[in-house]
């Protein structure tokens, strides 16, 4: 594609966020960039989900994964619609009761310091790494089909990216989001659906029966694995996917944050539901384009790339027509910010409100300049971990994220499941090494696993084991 073609476009499209940003950013306060003053509309924060939880991985990652999985990522989608149930009925009317700003601060209410500093640190370093890995994605495809053409080296494209994240969202924070959000999910989709509509049109489909049988009987829209040793086996991934929706959605800052700029928890859990029912069908979407992909790239004898990441970027800024490589431009840089940038707010957030306690240890009017500091830290550290991936990072993306995710999330679950469905105490100062110690333990029972469980292989589940070695550490340790 043309690099000025390419840059104007992306220009266009930051002109709309800042001019989003702009209009959502007037007359606001420290409780507007938190809270979004509880007012956002729910099929906003419903719509805008969508883009945050799909991210550039998605995008990118899901659909050249095909060709190494299969639809075998479909039963972890399955899955997170028994996770998102658990989340609208148990966790939200929690979070609504009892009026909470920062998820983690029921922690403390519940066990005490070192529990609710210990949920806020390993959320802070999951959404860093996980957000970080998302944001690595995108700007990687960014470099090859714009950056590089234009002699820019990757650490100052990536520079470029999250500076430009951090000047839209640093005033009107969350309420920002929510709207930039929207739009971003919308470009996400427009591309995917151009995408399948050009395929189709290149491999001569009549009518959606072509579409719907090219996909359905291609050996690689298998749904379901039985094979218990597998990791991908199917209550492997369902069970998983559950497990992982509660743990990145619902004990997530970033995701609940938007939850909580609803109006009440009725709204809050009808956003829930339609936003449930609007993933699980893009989702198979992503999956779909992903049969159509390797379609495409057979039929017109396309070498496939060494990394099933490169498959999509590769097709359409070098095969797709010049208005299908536009809108996969817009597809692309909107699945990079729509994760990014709630990321950005919601670590902005939980700093200020779990470690500096801004609203009870600074004046009012220090709170704006102390915010927009550790905003712009984080901006920051986000910048060093993407060029950190840059160099360690050699898989599959979507396998990358969950895998941090497993070992860094499995804490919060233990301590949530221990605090939610348990009345015991526990020895508050333990919760630190209970923390560490779960995740480590996990790692060595996955690396072996298959020599101690007669070939079982562990997948996404580590997570579960994760969360069960910290709720039976807490257990060990609970109070008399």
Excluded at 29 to 45: A, C, E, I, K, N
Excluded at 51 to 60: H, R
Excluded at 429 to 455: D, M
């Amino acid at each position: 594609m043309n690099p000025q073609v390419v840059l104007a476009v992306i220009g266009a499209y930051f002109f709309l966020l800042f001019l989003i940003s702009w209009f959502t950013s007037r007359n606001v306060s420290s409780d507007t960039f938190f809270t979004g003053d509880r007012q956002s509309p729910w099929f906003l924060v419903a719509f805008g989900m969508i883009g945050a939880s799909l991210s550039g991985v998605t995008f990118i990652s899901v659909p050249g994964e095909v060709g190494n999985t299969n639809f075998y990522y479909f039963q972890v989608v399955l899955g997170y619609t028994l996770g998102y149930f658990t989340i609208a009925k148990v966790l939200l009317p929690l979070y609504y009761r009892l009026n909470l700003v920062s998820i983690y601060s029921y922690l403390e209410d519940r066990f005490g310091f070192w529990s609710y500093k210990t949920g806020a640190f390993f959320f802070i370093l999951s959404r860093t790494l996980g957000s970080s890995l998302r944001v690595f994605l995108v700007a990687s495809v960014l470099q090859i089909i714009l950056f590089d053409a234009l002699g820019i080296p990757f650490w100052v494209s990536v520079l470029i990216t999250v500076g430009l994240i951090w000047i839209y969202t640093h005033r009107g924070g969350i309420k920002t989001v929510v709207w930039t959000d929207t739009l971003q999910t919308f470009f996400m989709l427009l591309a995917v659906v151009v995408s399948i509509l050009l395929i189709g049109s290149e491999l001569s489909f009549d009518g959606v029966k072509d579409y719907f049988s090219s996909v359905s009987d291609d050996p690689r829209s298998k749904i379901f694995d039985w094979d218990w040793k597998s990791g991908t086996n199917f209550f492997k991934q369902f069970i998983s996917g559950a497990f992982i929706t509660i743990v990145m959605t619902g004990l997530d800052q970033d995701m609940m944050q938007k939850n909580l700029t609803c109006k009440n928890i009725g709204e809050a859990q009808k956003n829930m539901f339609w936003f449930t029912t609007i993933l699980v069908i893009v989702n198979l979407l992503f999956l779909a384009l992903g049969v159509m992909l390797y379609l495409f790239a057979e039929a017109k004898g396309i070498q496939l790339p060494e990394k099933s990441d490169e498959l999509f970027p590769l097709l359409a800024t070098e095969y797709f027509t010049p208005f299908a490589g536009i809108i996969f431009v817009l597809g692309i840089t909107a699945a990079a910010y729509s994760s990014a940038d709630s990321t950005l707010t919601a670590l902005t957030t939980s700093f200020c409100i779990d470690f500096l306690e801004l609203e009870k240890k600074y004046p009012k009017e220090q709170q704006v300049k102390v915010r927009k500091q550790v905003h712009i830290a984080f901006t920051l550290v986000m910048f060093l971990v993407i060029l950190l991936f840059r160099w360690i990072n050699d898989q599959s993306v979507i396998n990358s994220v969950f895998i941090i995710a497993g070992y860094t999330y499995g804490p919060l679950l233990g301590l949530y499941a221990f605090g939610l469905f348990t009345k015991w105490q526990v020895q508050d100062k333990v919760i630190p090494y209970l923390a560490v110690a779960a995740p480590l333990l996990a790692f060595l029972i996955s690396e072996n696993s298959e020599t101690l469980f007669w070939g079982y292989k562990f997948g996404f589940e580590v997570l579960i084991l994760n969360g069960l070695l910290m709720f039976v550490g807490m257990m060990i340790f609970r109070k008399k």
